[in-house]
T-cell receptor, first 114, second 114 residues
Framework: DAGVTQSPTHLIKTRGQQVTLRCSPK?????VSWYQQALGQGPQFIFQ???????QRGNFPDRFSGHQFPNYSSELNVNALLLGDSALYLC?????????????FGPGTRLLVL | GDSVTQMEGPVTLSEEAFLTINCTYT??????LFWYVQYPGEGLQLLLK?????DKGSNKGFEATYRKETTSFHLEKGSVQVSDSAVYFC?????????????FGTGTLLAVQP
């Protein structure tokens, strides 16, 4: 049973650049949520995708955008990178029939902005 | 808004000691409650969950009971091992809006010494 996978594992960018992070959900799951975890902090909800639409958004600027594909995989895009965007980005998958209750996390992508 | 409060870490214990990590939450409605564990350099792993009052979630020797009257979900383990050293996150599932999202605090670092 394939778990949640994310790519790349690490990424280094400079301020002002753009980045795309990718996530494949756990087999059988149809919903993907993205979280940002700054160093020493707990994860913060960015947004959730279901049926290829953004369903709810946390307190993040429009520089953060996403997409979900028909195979349920998802991308997180961040434009005009700031130093403060350096963090571990976590993807979590869940099942709509389960009301997205139990979320399973991937290993994360560690982004460093210089 | 929804929030969670965990005891400050680090919690340092000797192997085979009893563990308690306190967690209290504020949330609208009747949230499901989760404990996640994060090992160094990794993503979050689901440890256990409870969905209604007086439910006890358990896994790998860890357990936590959903106490609605005190809005608490304290994590316990009778005998910790060095391999339990990690950061532990209590997370209520925030309901409302178009979706359900996990609410995280800063987590509690557990260090178990041999």
């Amino acid at each position: 049973d394939a778990g949640v996978t994310q790519s790349p594992t690490h990424l280094i960018k400079t301020r002002g650049q753009q980045v795309t992070l990718r996530c494949s959900p756990k087999s059988g799951h149809d919903t993907v949520s993205w979280y940002q975890q700054a160093l020493g902090q707990g994860p913060q909800f960015i947004f959730q995708y279901y049926e290829e639409e953004e369903r709810q958004r946390g307190n993040f600027p429009d520089r953060f955008s996403g997409h979900q594909f028909p195979n349920y995989s998802s991308e997180l895009n961040v434009n005009a990178l700031l130093l403060g965007d350096s963090a571990l980005y976590l993807c979590a998958s869940s099942l709509a029939l389960d009301n997205q209750e139990t979320q399973y996390f991937g290993p994360g992508t560690r982004l460093l902005v210089l | 808004g929804d929030s969670v409060t965990q005891m400050e870490g680090p919690v340092t214990l000797s192997e085979e000691a009893f563990l308690t990590i306190n967690c209290t939450y504020t949330a609208t409605g009747y949230p499901s409650l989760f404990w996640y564990v994060q090992y160094p350099g990794e993503g979050l792993q689901l440890l256990l969950k409870a969905t209604k009052a007086d439910d006890k979630g358990s896994n790998k020797g860890f357990e936590a009971t959903y106490r609605k009257e005190t809005t608490s979900f304290h994590l316990e383990k009778g005998s910790v091992q060095v391999s339990d050293s990690a950061v532990y996150f209590c997370a209520p599932l925030g309901r409302g809006g178009a979706t359900n999202k996990l609410i995280f605090g800063t987590g509690t670092l557990l260090a178990v010494q041999p």
